[in-house]
């Protein structure tokens, strides 16, 4: 408890002076003002992160949380609860999405398994376990507070020891059978929004299957009849470790100043409880992509964030993380490397002003 505290005493607001000089810098590039769109709006949120103008990207690492969840038992996922052991396994083996797309992104990842239902002899694997799974929310709270809090701690901590070793932009994934039903609740109670609405299939569950999906998580939320002024108390009774721990990551990364992204529907339920617990948090979030999970669309309006993608995905793992990196990176070289107007031999004439009034 006592480094959520701090951490949450230390996040402060984006740096309004550094924002307002890149803007200086960024309207006076050798082009149309706003023409590179949301490329120059990423470059200056960065600055307010940093305080800095100019910034480079040194090391990146997209962190994974890996977690079971007791809501499996309702039916609510059409897939073996074993699963989230193997692919959280092969995570370390480079062969998944989030493998891939980092090794193209050269981005790093780092596995925490804290809270699978099962037992790992792999190094790469970080062992964070709180519980083997959490208990089934739709029988009463899936965590303790407790539990919770230390499920957060775990993410801040990642980001801390990850900052120490030079990694300076972050991307949240997950693993965990049942997660986007969490998530779905989650995100109904913080929002207060009916269930139904923000609640997906997730993966390959029948129109049966979907129908007691949602009756599930309606009766979830009516027995445990979570505080959605606290996002502890709704974590704890709706969500899982993994949301949690997304969720510090996300403290973390304000702590340190330091951006994060978010990726699909589980990574944005820990953003939205996150921002509730210090709503200065956003100032560091970089949405990935739009997920094709319905809750996605709301949580976005509500951090006054926009997706730069949009490309139906709904596989989590943070897959969506590297995409976004490469962007990022992208924005920071134009904010870098190009000319201003007078260093491209463009100076005060008419077709100056014609260029920037475009």
Request: aromatic content about 6%.
């Amino acid at each position: 408890m006592e480094l959520l505290q701090k951490t949450l005493a230390s996040i402060k607001a984006a740096d309004k002076e550094a924002i307002k000089k890149a803007w200086e810098r960024m309207d006076n590039l050798s082009k149309p003002i706003g023409s590179l769109g949301k490329l120059e709006e990423i470059a200056v949120r960065m600055s307010g992160i940093t305080g800095k103008i100019k910034n480079k990207i040194n090391k990146k690492n997209t962190i994974i949380m890996a977690a079971d969840n007791g809501v499996w038992e309702e039916g609510v996922s059409a897939c073996p609860q074993e699963l989230t052991a193997i692919i959280t396994n092969n995570y370390t083996r480079g062969i998944t999405g989030i493998g891939v797309l980092s090794d193209y992104a050269k981005a790093d990842i780092c596995v925490i398994d804290i809270g699978v239902k099962a037992d790992f002899n792999n190094p790469n694997i970080i062992n964070k376990k709180i519980a083997y799974g959490t208990k089934n929310m739709a029988n009463g709270p899936a965590m303790t507070r407790e539990e919770t809090i230390k499920a957060i701690e775990v993410g801040i901590e990642a980001v801390d020891n990850l900052v120490k070793e030079g990694y300076d932009l972050f991307g949240t994934g997950e693993a965990g059978m049942c997660n986007t039903s969490t998530s779905a609740a989650v995100i109904s109670v913080l929002s207060g929004m009916d269930s139904d609405i923000v609640c997906g299939k997730g993966s390959g569950l029948t129109e049966e299957g979907f129908s007691n999906k949602k009756a599930v998580i309606k009766r979830a939320i009516e027995i445990n009849n979570p505080d959605k002024s606290d996002a502890i108390d709704v974590l704890s009774k709706v969500g899982g470790f993994d949301i949690a721990g997304l969720c510090g990551c996300f403290l973390g990364a304000a702590k340190n100043r330091v951006p994060i992204v978010i990726d699909g529907i589980i990574a944005c339920a820990a953003a939205l409880c996150a921002y509730r617990l210090s709503n200065d948090t956003k100032d560091f979030m970089f949405p990935s992509h739009l997920s094709a999970e319905p809750g996605a669309v709301y949580v976005m309006k509500e951090l006054g964030l926009d997706p730069g993608l949009n490309m139906d995905m709904r596989l989590g793992e943070g897959t969506g993380c590297p995409l976004e990196f490469c962007i990022i990176e992208a924005s920071l070289r134009v904010m870098n490397d190009m000319a201003t107007y007078s260093e491209a031999s463009i100076h005060n004439s008419e077709f100056f002003v014609d260029i920037r009034e475009k």
